[in-house]
């Protein structure tokens, strides 16, 4: 991999299960400018198959939507899935460099869930703790096999990485500026639900939830005895709500919405009690899901902590002909403006 602090020029790419999206900025003043956006459906399950074939497939689908986005660059910035990564936040002594590598990698066994010689591992210095005396690190591992998967895609597509990056750290950055310094981001994805308790700028709990929108849409079809592509009309379209129709939905999405609900509050309260106060003061949702009518009314109604939808776009500056189409898809982009942020605002 290149030095990334020496690339001026690269683009952000999110790999998702639905769909994959790109961002290209470049530094201006005050803010950032957009230089290119784009995004491509994906076939369902290509994205969770693990064959020569679908690899190629991933990266015909990266080549033509690089080329149709017109990026100017092949350097990439790219994400890794929240549900193949275990990340924690781990203390270590005050060590140069080199030794603070040598200490965390011994560490890693004791917080990560599959043997050593198995993962691929890496690390991030966050700061100090409280009392000074030790640096607290966040610890990303994923499984080699897995990580391998979106490396061999890349470099199928012509890319040059410079760095994978998990969900998390890019939505940091696109919400940087939450007036509370304590608050938690929810990203309502399509297969999973993320959960990231933030201090000051800095990530201090980051979980994944199996259930995303899918599961939702399923749970429809079955009690409802709905074909899938009705379910998913239904629940983008009408939402959950008082109307008969909306009530139904919501019988059949309930249980599974209360789950969510019960680890977000299962996350804040543990984030609490770590820190002896009550701590986290904001909810920030983001992630497709957040466009399903009343869903996140439900959200923060059963949590009663206050709700705000994150905007991706609030850093950057755009070409007012870009502005309909970023509006219509402001949920979806956390993920690729984060990865393409890096290098402007670190």
């Given at each position: 991999m290149k030095n990334i602090d020496s690339v001026k020029e690269y683009f952000g790419l999110d790999i998702g299960n639905s769909s994959i999206k790109l961002v290209q900025l470049k530094a201006g003043h005050p803010k950032p400018e957009l230089v290119t956006i784009g995004s491509a459906q994906t076939p369902d399950g290509?994205?969770?198959?693990d064959t020569p074939e679908s690899k190629r497939e991933v990266a015909k689908l990266i080549v033509k939507l690089v080329k149709d986005s017109q990026v100017t660059s092949n350097n990439v910035i790219a994400s890794l899935p929240n549900s193949i990564v275990s990340a924690n936040i781990v203390r270590a002594p005050k060590l140069k460099k080199q030794e603070l590598d040598q200490s965390i990698k011994f560490q890693a066994e004791k917080y990560i869930p599959i043997p050593i010689d198995q993962a691929k591992i890496d690390w991030a210095h966050?700061?100090?703790?409280?009392?000074?005396?030790e640096v607290e690190v966040l610890l990303v591992a994923?499984?080699?096999e897995k990580a391998n998967k979106y490396l061999d895609i890349l470099q199928l597509a012509g890319l040059e990485l410079l760095a994978l990056e998990i969900n998390p750290l890019a939505h940091i950055r696109c919400f940087s500026s939450v007036k509370n310094s304590r608050y938690c981001i929810v990203?309502?994805?399509?297969s999973e639900t993320g959960i990231t308790i933030v201090d000051n700028h800095i990530p201090k709990l980051i979980r994944s939830v199996n259930i995303g929108i899918r599961n939702l849409i399923s749970n429809l079809a079955e009690n409802l005895n709905l074909p899938p592509d009705q379910a998913n009309n239904y629940l983008w379209r009408l939402g959950i709500g008082q109307s008969q129709m909306q009530s139904q939905i919501f019988s059949s999405?309930?249980?599974l919405s209360d789950t969510i609900?019960?680890?977000i509050s299962r996350s804040i309260n543990f984030y609490n009690n770590q820190v002896g106060a009550e701590a986290v003061k904001k909810l920030i949702f983001t992630g497709g899901g957040i466009s399903v009518?009343?869903?996140?009314?439900?959200y923060s109604g059963s949590l009663k902590i206050p709700t705000e939808y994150g905007n991706p776009w609030q850093h950057i500056s755009y070409s007012p002909s870009r502005k309909q189409y970023i509006d219509k898809t402001i949920p979806t982009f956390a993920t690729a403006v984060g990865l393409a942020m890096r290098n402007l605002i670190e």
């Open positions: 290509l994205i969770g198959r966050l700061g100090e703790t409280p009392d000074g005396k994923a499984p080699l990203d309502l994805g399509m999405v309930q249980q609900i019960q680890e009518p009343g869903l996140v009314s439900y």
